[in-house]
């Protein structure tokens, strides 16, 4: 089993990359045109059970946390537990900030805006915390769980953990939309291109899982 390497850098880098995954959902829920699917999933439970969504986010986590204790123990690190423990805080720290100095868009040129921004922003911060290979986040796991105990490769089992997180989010009334098909085309190649070209370098890493 590889052993993680606990560097200053490399933690920094997981820390920086947390922060600004998490801003970037809180853009793209700004957009009004849907957000990537677990946070979608999330946001419409929180919604259901009439609590914050950093708290219903560890209730989520801790429950995916259980699985990749049982499943893939050599995945969890201290990013693990940052990002399962904090992102939802963040998110609702930085949409309530942007709700404070920025208009709502009002016609879909504008949502789209937002949008682009929020896969941008989101794929720079995933490639940041992933490159720094600190720990897996418990959802991210289970696509990982299912590629390690089957015989699927991981491009599908992320699709199908994707599309059912979806699909319990449209059946449960929450929102699905142009913005949730957009990440989830463009997540991938913007952060194969921002590990290539920043977070390798920033974090000095010479590979990376995500190529």
Known sequence: MKKKKYTAR????????IVILSLG?????????????????????AELWHMPLGNEQLITNGLFLL???????????????INGAGVGYLVTF??????KVAVPPSILPIKLLWVIAGVLV????????????????????LAIGLKDHTPIPYFWCRIFTDSL?????FLLGGLIGLGTVIC?????????????????KAL????SATL
């Open 165 to 169: 997180c979806a699909l319990i989010c």
């Open 122 to 141: 989101i794929s720079f911060g995933a490639s940041l915390y992933q490159t720094a290979d600190l720990g897996i986040a418990p959802y991210d796991y």
């Open 204 to 207: 000095g890493v010479t590979e």
């Open 25 to 45: 959902i809180a853009l793209f829920k700004e957009s009004m045109l849907g957000n990537d699917s677990i946070s979608a999933l999330n946001m419409r439970l």
């Open 94 to 99: 930085f949409y309530d900030l942007i709700q």
């Open 184 to 200: 989830s085309l463009g997540l991938g190649p913007f952060v194969s291109f921002f590990t290539k070209h920043v977070s390798m």
């Open 10 to 17: 490399r933690i920094s880098g997981m820390i920086a990359g």
């Open 67 to 81: 699985v990749e204790l049982l499943f893939g123990r050599k995945y969890i690190g201290l990013g693990t537990i």
